[in-house]
């Protein structure tokens, strides 16, 4: 994981944790996270139990929602 990058597009941050088959750095895997809550608890439920190509889908729908300062 070390030479991988934060998922979102011009994002330089350090990876912090994974999302999907890709990472995230810790300002915007902690964005996904309210995100997810935000969907409602069943998400939590349902994201444990998702592939990797499921999970990526969803983090390619919340990165629509996401700006980089």
Same mark, same amino acid.
Do not use: I, N
């Given at each position: 994981?070390?030479?991988?990058?934060?998922? !979102?597009?011009?994002?330089?941050?350090?990876?912090?944790?994974?999302?999907?088959?890709?990472?995230?750095? %810790?300002?915007?895997?902690?964005?996904? !996270?309210?995100?997810?809550?935000? %969907?409602?608890?069943?998400?939590?439920?349902?994201?444990?139990?998702?592939?990797?190509?499921?999970?990526? @889908?969803?983090?390619?729908?919340?990165? %629509? @929602?996401? %700006?980089?300062?």
């Amino acid at each position: 994981m070390s030479d991988q990058r934060c998922f !979102v597009q011009d994002c330089t941050g350090r990876p912090y944790a994974p999302a999907g088959t890709s990472s995230l750095c %810790k300002s915007h895997f902690l964005e996904y !996270v309210k995100w997810r809550r935000r %969907k409602g608890p069943q998400m939590f439920r349902t994201y444990g139990a998702m592939t990797m190509v499921q999970r990526d @889908t969803m983090v390619a729908e919340w990165s %629509k @929602t996401v %700006k980089v300062d």
